[in-house]
T-cell receptor
Framework: DAKTTQPTSMDCAEGRAANLPCNHS???????VYWYRQIHSQGPQYIIH???NNETNEMASLIITEDRKSSTLILPHATLRDTAVYYC?????????FGAGTTVTVRA | NAGVTQTPKFQVLKTGQSMTLQCAQD?????MYWYRQDPGMGLRLIYY???????DKGEVPNGYNVSRLNKREFSLRLESAAPSQTSVYFC??????????????FGPGTRLTVL
């Protein structure tokens, strides 16, 4: 399975964009990149996913490099409620392999 | 729709006791999953069921058994609980959507302590 590498933690100012990097250098051509977040021990919540193209939805944007070896999740206007652990995952079949994620703290 | 529901929310067991964690989903999903999450760590897959009638081992299946009772329900059983099984257990379900999206929906979790 392709592994992902994320920073352990990062801070962000409320109202500013939060850019969360992820490396997945061993990703295969048919593997999707998924992002989930987990707020305070609740069940993880789906944010966005992509294969090759950049994606945007109501929660975030996903930028995937042309070689697909890394990606960036962008929260355009971070709020205090976005404080959470963010997981970057390469999906293989039915399975999601969660690493330790990035703990994002949004500060007022 | 309730989404994914789990019972119980909290449980304390003594070493050697058995129990079953229940999970149900009302989204007509084919696939269901059981994860555990230890403090400060990500989720680890215990078992999953790609469709009704099938189950497969995940990353950490030892000490657990599962039953896919029907399309809606997927239970996790601890036959002889051990302190190492103290964890938060999450159930999830997924169905294949357009664009390769296979989003997993998670339940609220069961917090299990084994003394």
């Amino acid at each position: 399975d392709a592994k992902t590498t994320q920073p352990t933690s990062m801070d962000c100012a409320e109202g500013r964009a939060a850019n969360l990097p992820c490396n997945h250098s061993t990703i295969s051509g048919n593997e999707y990149v998924y992002w989930y977040r987990q707020i305070h021990s609740q069940g993880p919540q789906y944010i966005i996913h992509g294969l090759k193209n950049n994606e945007t939805n109501e929660m975030a944007s996903l930028i995937i490099t042309e070689d697909r070896k890394s990606s960036t999740l962008i929260l355009p206007h971070a709020t205090l409620r976005d404080t959470a652990v963010y997981y970057c995952i390469v999906r293989v079949g039915y399975k999601l392999s969660f690493g330790a994620g990035t703990t994002v703290t949004v500060r007022a | 729709n309730a989404g994914v529901t789990q019972t119980p929310k909290f449980q304390v067991l003594k070493t050697g006791q058995s129990m079953t964690l229940q999970c149900a989903q009302d989204m007509n999903h084919n696939s269901m999953y059981w994860y555990r999450q230890d403090p400060g760590m990500g989720l680890r897959l215990i078992y999953y069921s790609a469709s009704e009638g099938t189950t497969d081992k995940g990353e950490v299946p030892n000490g657990y058994n599962v039953s896919r009772l029907n399309k809606r329900e997927f239970s996790l059983r601890l036959e002889s609980a051990a302190p190492s099984q103290t964890s938060v257990y999450f159930c999830a379900s997924s169905g294949t959507l357009a664009g390769g999206r296979n989003e997993q929906f998670f339940g609220p979790g069961t917090r299990l302590t084994v003394l």
